[in-house]
């Protein structure tokens, strides 16, 4: 791979190619867009990808910064849900293990049932990862509790619960995709605005001019394939 593939020049250039048309034009490199970026262009579709501001800038810049099988979804009765983001979880973290990282959490117990409701509820968090798993969760006495939350309230404390879950890296997650896009052969393009969407008589998009960023005149337009 030439070092110039990673130049925002050299990708502007290839939007702006004569005659250049994609299968794909996603709109938008926050998450979402970076992903199907990713997926098209690894099955060996055209994919254009732009971004107005820079790649994650908006919502996706703004995650909690975990990467969680939702806890509370279990509470919920929501198992299928809790199964599949426990699965997404371990995968992340086999895919990127140098993005992804254990995460103890202490849920304090101040009253008497919080134990065994906890206890058992997060146990099956555990039983319901499988070979994903994070770390086992465990009780704690008071102690231990006040060892790891010093600052915790400490009237009434009884102890407490610990289990594992995941925290990333989303501003690094965000640059790798954009390079296994790459890599795939897909065009990415920040600091780039779709401003309008060209369409045939019957509807379908066919192209999108966009105005590049410190420019007022739009440039484009870049093509999509006819189905």
Not at 24 to 36: D, E, Q
Not at 52 to 73: A, I, M, P
Not at 181 to 203: D, F, P, Q, R, T
């Amino acid at each position: 791979m030439g070092e110039t593939l990673w130049r925002r020049e050299e990708q502007l250039a290839r939007l702006t190619e004569p005659g250049a048309a994609w299968d794909f034009l996603v709109v938008g490199g926050g998450a979402t867009g970076l992903g199907v970026a990713v997926d098209a262009a690894s099955r060996g579709h055209r994919v254009a990808m732009v971004d107005r501001h820079d790649f994650c800038k908006g919502t996706s810049s703004r995650s909690t910064k975990l990467v969680h099988g939702g806890v509370r979804y279990l509470q919920q009765g929501n198992v299928s849900l809790v199964l599949e983001a426990l699965r997404e979880r371990g995968i992340m973290r086999e895919n990127a293990p140098h993005l992804v990282r254990n995460l103890p959490f202490v849920v304090p117990n101040y009253e008497w049932w919080e134990a065994p409701f906890y206890g058992i509820g997060l146990r099956l968090y555990d039983l319901l990862a499988g070979r994903y798993g994070f770390g086992r969760s465990r009780n704690l006495n008071r102690e231990q509790t006040l060892e790891r939350i010093p600052t915790v309230e400490t009237k009434g404390l009884r102890g407490g619960v610990i289990y594992y879950d995941g925290q990333f890296d989303d501003a690094r997650l965000a640059v790798n995709l954009m390079q296994t896009a790459l890599e795939h052969g897909a065009c990415c393009v920040n600091y780039a605005a779709v401003v309008a969407l060209m369409k045939s008589a019957e509807g379908m998009v066919e192209g999108a001019p966009y105005r590049p960023a410190r420019s007022s005149t739009p440039r484009g337009p870049s093509r999509t394939r006819s189905a």
